[in-house]
């Protein structure tokens, strides 16, 4: 018996040149420079294991921000509009979490608040940028 696929028009885009992609590797390197300025030179392993609530909020601040950048490339990549939808979704899950670290380490620091709020306000724009590109990406099917 033959599988009923479904057909989807879809142009392949190269993603690295898209700007929300290169706003979500530069959120990815900013939030790991600013985990290294307050927590040490320490790996993700390390941040990982350590039982320091700082150190926990630096991990997951990197983990998120590094979880950024392949689920543009996901909803870019697929023509599936249930795919897109889904890392859209997750993306303003993931975006809403970035700015709850950045409160979280802002409280745990006395040091290192000019980076945070820096590192907020690109998060923010990213948001900004992820709203007007989920628009353009629901209107390309």
Same mark, same amino acid.
């Given at each position: 018996?033959?599988? %009923? #696929?479904?057909? @989807?028009?879809?142009? =392949?885009? %190269? ?5 929300? @992609?290169? /706003? ?12 290294? @300025?307050?927590?040490? *030179? ?11 609530? &700082?150190?926990?909020?630096? *991990? ?17 990549? !697929? &023509? *599936? ?11 303003? /899950? !993931?975006?809403? &979490?970035?700015?709850? #670290?950045?409160? /979280?380490?802002?409280? %745990? ?15 923010? =724009? ?14 390309? %099917?």
């Amino acid at each position: 018996m033959k599988k %009923n #696929y479904q057909s @989807y028009r879809h142009k =392949k885009r %190269n993603v690295s040149k898209s700007p929300i @992609y290169r /706003k979500a590797i530069h959120i990815f390197k900013l939030s790991r420079q600013i985990s290294n @300025y307050l927590r040490g *030179d320490k790996s993700i392993l390390e941040l990982n294991r350590s039982s320091f609530v &700082a150190d926990q909020f630096s *991990d997951k601040l990197i983990m998120a921000s590094l979880g950024l950048a392949p689920k543009i490339a996901i909803a870019e990549s !697929t &023509a *599936d509009p249930a795919v897109k939808m889904q890392s859209v979704s997750s993306l303003e /899950k !993931t975006t809403a &979490a970035l700015l709850h #670290y950045c409160e /979280k380490l802002e409280l %745990n620091h006395e040091h290192g608040k000019e980076f945070l709020e820096l590192l907020r306000k690109e998060v923010k =724009k990213f948001g900004q940028l992820q709203s007007r590109w989920a628009i353009h990406l629901c209107n390309q %099917n």
